[in-house]
């Protein structure tokens, strides 16, 4: 299972490179106004500032929809960090053991808990794909598994396999957005910080 793994991998991080390179493909934007601000604050208020949630309307209207979102994205990058040490046969110190453990528990709440939202919702079903949904089933499912085996290893087998699918489906759907997540954050702070309007004026 973990040379599954280890080439589930190997095909998300080469087809997540090809999808990168064909968006790299249409060569640089040119613009040709006069800047009237600095990308690089547009940039690093992009990452910062822009993130946290009374800078966004849809965010601060939802709140609680944020916070599982947050600790379903920390519990996916707590879950990746155990498959690490479990592939590796590291062994993990109690306390980090401890803070894995509530990761991913605050995470598969989140996860599944956005999941019934989805499903539940009916604005949010006729907004919704397939993808949507095996998207967050699979991560949620990978999470919920990399808990259990902090308690059974003898779950190493079924988890692994759910990792591996999770991992060839990575650049075909939704969650893909791990790597195009950062690169469209940087043009957009780039872009408005070079007009001037990130950082907003006061």
């Known amino acids: 299972m973990k040379l599954l793994v280890l080439l589930s991998g190997v095909w998300a991080v080469l087809a997540l490179a090809r999808l990168y390179l064909n968006v790299k493909g249409y060569g640089k934007r040119i613009l040709y106004s006069k800047a009237a601000g600095d990308p690089g604050k547009g940039v690093a208020y992009a990452f910062t500032k822009a993130m946290v949630p009374w800078a966004k309307e ?79 089933l699979l991560c949620s499912l990978f999470i919920a598994l990399a808990l259990g085996w902090t308690f059974d290893p003898s779950l190493a087998g079924i988890w692994m396999g759910e990792a591996s699918l999770l991992l060839l489906y990575l650049p075909l759907g939704k969650i893909r957005h791990c790597c195009f997540f950062f690169t469209t954050r940087y043009h957009l702070g780039a872009f408005f910080g070079r007009r001037g309007t990130f950082p907003p004026q006061a």
Not at 63 to 90: C, E, I, P, R
């Open 58 to 136: 849809s965010v601060r209207m939802n709140m609680l929809s944020y916070a599982l979102g947050m600790s379903f994205h920390a519990g996916v990058f707590t879950a990746f960090g155990l498959l690490l040490a479990a592939l590796a046969d590291l062994g993990i110190p109690a306390p980090l053991l401890l803070l894995a453990r509530l990761l991913t528990l605050a995470g598969a709440i989140g996860g599944f808990s956005l999941l019934g939202k989805r499903a539940v919702k009916a604005e949010l079903r006729g907004l919704s794909c397939p993808d949507d949904f095996i998207s967050n």
